[in-house]
């Protein structure tokens, strides 16, 4: 069958769906697979995630439409409406090719358990040179104005040494640079036995010859002295930090829920700027969140 895949989203969703394409090859039969890997963080996202299935349904009437992700555990018969023949969250994505086999044969695939990251390996990234090394998955922060955490399920982290034999892989296949990505990289390895930082899951990286590694979006209470030093003696790890700020208010930022200050934010962003040669940073900012006035407006 040929199988076509639609991403919408982050970084995160841009990997699974390489998975997706991974798992899906050579799928036996005739006809069409087109399956769009959702988004739900913003209305918009929804939107355009029910969109793009109706847009499929009236250009491929005999295609099997299949909606995964997070607008799929979000909202599931909402993506069933506008056409999706299977609808799969983020616990089952994984097993997309049984779902498929057994609907073909007219059967259903029932919902299964988490299943550990170290199960989750691409062999390239199709749409990147930049290849996208998923490490970790799940949050527990909770920010108010959040919903990813809700429907990415508990905390689960891809084992360094695992880690770094995708690297090693993705290397292989010509990439000159892997982005590590997870929906919170700050709470990366404390699901795992010994709980492996985000340090320790550098250097183990580190080891492949020949590739430059690029952290994706990290919170600042998850930058340690450590990876500040770090990033400052090897060469090989790109200098970019994108540290999402959202609120310049530390009262704002406590009715997000984040769980850092202003005065944090400060100081991790001084001293990367300070011991990283070359550092540069990014951020992400939120206005008009409920109970913003023009004093936390200004601060921001």
Same mark, same amino acid.
């Given at each position: 069958? !040929?199988?076509?895949?639609?991403? #919408? ?23 069409? @697979?087109?399956? $769009?890997?959702?988004? =739900? ?14 847009? #499929? ?55 299964? +358990?988490? @299943?550990? #990251? ?21 949050? *527990? ?6 919903? *990813? ?10 084992? %360094? ?46 080891? $492949? +010859? ?28 790109? +200098? ?12 704002? #930022?406590? !009715?997000?829920?984040?769980?850092? *200050? ?17 550092? =540069?940073?990014? *951020? ?5 969140? %409920? ?10």
């Amino acid at each position: 069958m !040929r199988v076509s895949v639609h991403t #919408l989203g982050c970084r995160v969703n841009h990997y699974e769906s390489q998975l997706i394409r991974e798992l899906l090859e050579g799928l036996p039969g005739t006809g069409e @697979v087109h399956v $769009v890997n959702t988004c =739900t963080v913003t209305s918009l996202a929804a939107r355009k995630s029910r969109k793009l299935i109706r847009k #499929l349904r009236r250009e491929h009437p005999r295609a099997l439409i299949v909606a995964v992700g997070c607008r799929a555990t979000d909202a599931p018969e909402e993506l069933r409406e506008a056409g999706a023949d299977i609808v799969l969250g983020n616990r089952d994505k994984i097993r997309i090719r049984e779902a498929v086999e057994a609907f073909l044969g007219g059967e259903s695939l029932p919902s299964g +358990p988490w @299943v550990p #990251l170290s199960a989750e390996r691409i062999q390239r990234d199709h749409k990147h040179v930049r290849a996208i090394l998923k490490v970790q998955d799940g949050c *527990t922060v909770a920010c108010t104005f959040c919903k *990813t955490w809700q429907v990415r399920g508990p905390l689960r982290s891809k084992p %360094p040494e695992v880690a770094r034999q995708e690297a090693e892989c993705l290397a292989a296949s010509g990439h000159p640079e892997v982005v590590v990505a997870g929906i919170n990289l700050a709470q990366y390895g404390l699901d795992l036995p010994g709980q492996p930082t985000l340090v320790d899951l550098l250097h183990e990286l580190l080891r $492949v +010859p020949g590739i430059r590694i690029r952290l994706s979006s990290l919170n600042p209470e998850g930058v340690s002295r450590e990876l500040i030093g770090l990033f400052a003696e090897e060469t090989r790890l790109c +200098p970019y930090f994108h540290l999402p700020l959202q609120s310049g208010d530390d009262r704002v #930022l406590s !009715r997000m829920g984040r769980p850092y *200050t202003v005065s944090l934010y400060r100081s991790v962003a001084e001293e990367i700027l300070e011991r990283v040669p070359k550092a =540069t940073l990014g *951020t992400d900012v939120m206005v008009g969140f %409920p109970g913003e006035d023009e004093e936390a407006f200004g601060k921001t």
